[in-house]
């Protein structure tokens, strides 16, 4: 095999998948977009969409210390983080916390990691159908380190 070609696996898996860096962009996008927040109420919005946002990548880096099982769970708990990103955007919005553009780039990016994020969960139920004996090949069971080797061939989440 080329040594070129070969990719590093990190020590810790998250650090491998592309949706954990995403969403850390997203929570450094968040925690860039205010400044001078004056009142009490728009702080609270601010600190609440603040933790949420970095909600998204701490399931995500939780659950791939588990079970399969466990990390599609904690895959949609950081489903359900985005989703309330998406109100919380949508009141910054509102409030005149950020910015037209700010949203406009806050959307997209909730909607890449709702992509990114279900087709990781198809990843595994997909596995999950194969251990069972639900294709017509009853492959082998595909383990957590199998999967990292997805990661490693390209298969993009």
Do not use: P, W
Not at 65 to 72: D, H, L, S, Y
């Amino acid at each position: 095999m080329d040594v070129e070609n070969e990719k590093t696996v990190s020590f810790f898996r998250f650090e491998d998948l592309r949706i954990y860096h995403k969403a850390i962009e997203y929570s450094t996008m968040i925690c860039n977009s205010f400044v001078g927040i004056d009142t009490d109420a728009k702080k609270k919005l601010v600190k609440e969409f603040t933790k949420t946002s970095f909600e998204i990548s701490l399931y995500t880096i939780e659950g791939t210390a588990r079970t399969k099982n466990q990390f599609e769970t904690c895959l949609k708990q950081a489903k359900t983080a985005v989703r309330q990103c998406v109100f919380y955007s949508e009141m910054s919005l509102l409030l005149g916390i950020i910015d037209k553009d700010t949203y406009d780039k806050s959307y997209q990016t909730l909607k890449e990691l709702t992509k990114m994020l279900g087709a990781l969960i198809i990843s595994l139920q997909k596995g999950q159908q194969r251990r069972n004996g639900y294709n017509s090949e009853n492959e082998v069971e595909k383990s957590y380190s199998d999967f990292t080797l997805d990661i490693e061939n390209g298969m993009d989440f």
